[in-house]
Each structure stands twice: as structure tokens, then as C-alpha cells.
């Protein structure tokens, strides 16, 4: 199964200004969430951020703010139970037209748009925020994708420790790499040349 940019969204969990100085290898991880969600933007994929404590523990990194649809403000370690699920599936749209007048057959449903149920995630600290976040994804039906050369926490044994458990829960594991080409899908995708820049 691979992945498909017109299913997807992105999100991105807590690469905040006074959480980055102690997670390990913290510039690799934080260019390959920029770069994710700068593809993600080229390929018109939702892109969405969280920030736990923003009050302690700052705001998100600049760049990944200004590439977000919106952020969500957490005091739960996990997004999930701060209502991500609903912004990444929202309520189904009433019906159109005037309902005094019409009869129920006659009146125009509204079009949904198509589900976007795979969840490419990233961020940190593996084995808190985005375990959680992820798990609970998982639990509302989520496909979740792991993209793990954006993902860290403060120590390697805390972070790979997150990426085993979460393979164990259903979560593929994939890179930045993966995913970009992936969306891309052919060498002939209109996009394909500026996706590349980004990806190499």
C-alpha cells in the first residue's frame, strides 16, 4: 500500500522553541518537518500543527507555523484527546436548497469532500506527544504513517522505543523521502521538478 497525496493530511507535533535545544539530532529532524511540510504544500495535502503548553514551552518553529493550516493548543499529551480527530474529519455538511419548499428527494445533498483518513505524522518527543497522538489516531480509525527521520526525542533508546510500539499498533514507519515520492507518484507529476529540489 503506498501512499496517496489526495488521501492525506500532515501533522506535525510540538517542534517548539524550548522543547528543540534538548531533543537529539534536533536540526536533522526539524529540516525533514519543513521539508514534509513544504511538500505537502505543493501537492495540496492539509497541513496541520500541535504545540503542548505553548505558554511553557514556546510556540513552533517559525517556518512550520507559516506552512500550518492552524495549530492546535494542548494540555493533553495527546492531540487526539484535544479533539484533533475532528479537525482532520469534519462534521458532514447539512443539506443544500430550501427545505419548506422541497421535498426531501428534491433537495440537493451536499457533496462531502473525499475522506483524507491517512495521517502522515511527525514530531516530538517520540515517546510522548506523537506516541500518544498517533495511538489515538489509531484508535479513531486513522491510517497512520510514521514518517521517522522526523520524529526524535531526547535520547535515541526513548525515540526508538516509540517507533516499535507504534509499529507493533498498526503504524507504518516511513522516511521523508518515502512519503515525497510516494505523493509524487511519477517523474511526470506536474510538481515533480520542485518536489525534487526539496526532497534531494
Known amino acids: 500500500m503506498l501512499l496517496e497525496a489526495s488521501e492525506c493530511q500532515l501533522v506535525l507535533v ?7 535545544p534538548v ?15 513544504q511538500l505537502a504544500k505543493l501537492m495540496d495535502v492539509p497541513v496541520w500543527g500541535t504545540e503542548q503548553n505553548p505558554s511553557r514551552l514556546g510556540h513552533n518553529d517559525e517556518r512550520l507555523r507559516a506552512l500550518c493550516k492552524d495549530t ?15 479537525w482532520l474529519r469534519p462534521p458532514a455538511k447539512p443539506p443544500a436548497g430550501n427545505a419548506r419548499s422541497l ?34 489516531l489509531l484508535e479513531d480509525e486513522f491510517e497512520v504513517w510514521v514518517v521517522t527521520d ?5 535520547t535515541e533508546r526513548s525515540r526508538d522505543a516509540a517507533y516499535d510500539r507504534l509499529a507493533g499498533a498498526g503504524a507504518e514507519l516511513v522516511t521523508t523521502e518515502m512519503v515525497g ?10 510538481a515533480f521538478r520542485q518536489a525534487l529540489a526539496l526532497i534531494k
Open 103 to 136: 421535498p426531501k428527494h428534491l433537495q440537493k445533498t451536499a457533496q462531502a469532500a473525499p475522506p483524507r483518513n491517512s495521517i502522515v505524522i511527525a514530531g516530538c518527543e517520540a515517546h510522548v506527544c506523537l506516541l500518544q497522538t498517533a495511538l489515538g
Open 150 to 154: 522526523a520524529c526524535s526525542s531526547r
Open 72 to 86: 492546535l493548543a494542548k494540555m493533553h499529551f495527546s492531540a487526539a484527546e484535544e479533539g484533533l480527530g475532528e
Open 23 to 37: 531533543i537529539h539530532d534536533a536540526e536533522a529532524t526539524l529540516a525533514n518537518a519543513v521539508r514534509l511540510a
Open 181 to 190: 515520492f510516494e505523493w509524487l507518484g511519477s517523474c511526470e507529476h506536474p
Open 14 to 20: 510540538d517542534y517548539q522553541e524550548r522543547l528543540m
